[in-house]
């Protein structure tokens, strides 16, 4: 008998990707599905609980992606592949990614993933890389099941012990991940000297981006509770002019505004810088005393909204200096001849106007007075009186 015929046989991969893909192409379009509700189920959550995410993507894992997974070898013997039993063997079938804006929100999703599905395994990368001596991106992974109660359901049951993978990473780690294709070398020890020091720097400045990016988040959540509470309690004169402080100031002094938006309050504190002011103890002193309803009514006949009665009594407290440094002084013919009418109808009412001007114009005015007319801190009390 010939020695040849007792070799063992090589196996077939070409076999083995072909059989496997037939046999995918049958439930992929279950596993899409089944990405979308993990999505949507996500999606979901993080509405209800507030949390916001830069993305969620879902997709099932494409027929040539899943060919070329197929033929991996097995890393114990090359001839015997990876993934004897695709179907099963291969996790991420249906995938979903989570993309964040910062890092302490991973684990925050990690929460809630936890709390919405069975985990089955969770995978850090970031650990798996350095194992490796490789270069790449750091994510959370993590392997989920519907838990019963939903597969009890009826739109749920065909999704009865399908897994899912669910990626979880920050948008610079998703940047690193989307150009990672394009990088030829994996492993620290094959790369040229010159390209290591350079992928060793990019990666160590996306780390700091990220540190950096959640110490802003931290400082600005510090910083917007700190004005709030400040506007509770009068010290106005350290809140700085920001669209949340003057949306706190004003819910305060005038009375909340469901209708209006975060971009409103945004111009808001663009046009209030450029007045001049630099705090809200300044804007304080500038209305004080002047009555937002009656200023609506004499100008427009009717109570106007929070914002429209707030610029009226800007309008009383500082008279011509608010239109000298207002940022729509040159726009067209339109807004000065508004300013007058309405000053017209105060002065008709016998509302006393102002000339106040902020501590910072005042250097470029030396002879500007902060409250002309005899309109000072002290007197703005009446000016409101008809």
Same mark, same amino acid.
């Given at each position: 008998m010939n020695s040849v015929d007792h070799q063992p046989r090589a196996f077939d991969f070409e076999t083995h990707r072909l059989k496997a893909i037939a046999e995918y192409q049958k439930v992929r379009p279950s596993y899409e599905e089944f990405a979308d509700v993990v999505r949507k189920i996500l999606s979901e959550v993080f509405d209800a609980r507030e949390l916001r995410v830069h993305s969620i993507q879902a997709r099932a894992k494409e027929i040539e992606s899943f060919g070329r997974k197929v033929l991996e070898p097995s890393d114990i013997g090359p001839e015997e592949p990876r993934y004897p039993n695709p179907l099963t063997?291969?996790?991420?079938?249906?995938?979903?990614?989570?993309?964040?804006?910062?890092?302490?929100t991973l684990e925050e999703v990690g929460n809630f993933i936890r709390s919405e599905f069975n985990v089955t395994e969770k995978s850090d990368k970031a650990q798996l890389l350095l194992e490796e001596e490789k270069f790449g991106y750091s994510s959370i992974h993590y392997l989920v099941r519907l838990k019963g109660n939903r597969t009890e359901l009826l739109e749920y049951s065909r999704f009865k012990g399908l897994l899912a993978e669910i990626q979880v990473r920050t948008i610079l780690q998703h940047a690193w991940a989307e150009i990672e294709h394009d990088i030829q070398y994996k492993s620290v020890n094959t790369i040229p000297t010159s390209i290591r020091r350079r992928f060793m720097s990019l990666a160590g400045m996306l780390e700091i981006g990220d540190r950096e990016f959640q110490a802003i988040q931290d400082e600005d959540d510090l910083m917007r509770k700190s004005a709030r509470q400040s506007v509770r309690t009068g010290e106005l004169e350290n809140v700085e002019i920001t669209p949340d402080a003057v949306r706190a100031y004003l819910d305060r002094k $005038?009375?909340?505004?469901?209708? $209006?938006?975060d971009f409103s309050y945004e111009y808001l504190a663009r046009q209030l810088r450029a007045l001049g002011f630099s705090n809200l103890r300044e804007v304080d002193e500038c209305v004080a005393g002047f009555d937002d309803d009656r200023l609506s009514r004499y100008a427009w006949g009717a109570r106007q909204g929070q914002i429209?009665?707030?610029?009226?009594?800007?309008l009383a407290g500082m008279g011509e200096n608010y239109q000298k440094l207002h940022p729509l002084r040159s726009s067209g013919d339109w807004f000065v001849p508004s300013c007058e009418r309405k000053l017209a109808a105060f002065r008709e009412r016998g509302v006393r106007i102002g000339s106040y001007i902020a501590p910072s114009k005042r250097v470029a005015d030396q002879s500007a007075p902060v409250k002309a007319d005899s309109t000072d801190a002290a007197s703005a009390s009446s000016n409101a009186i008809p």
């Open positions: 063997d291969i996790t991420d079938l249906a995938g979903v990614r989570v993309i964040t804006f910062f890092p302490r $005038l009375g909340h505004d469901g209708r $209006l938006s429209e009665r707030f610029d009226l009594m800007l």
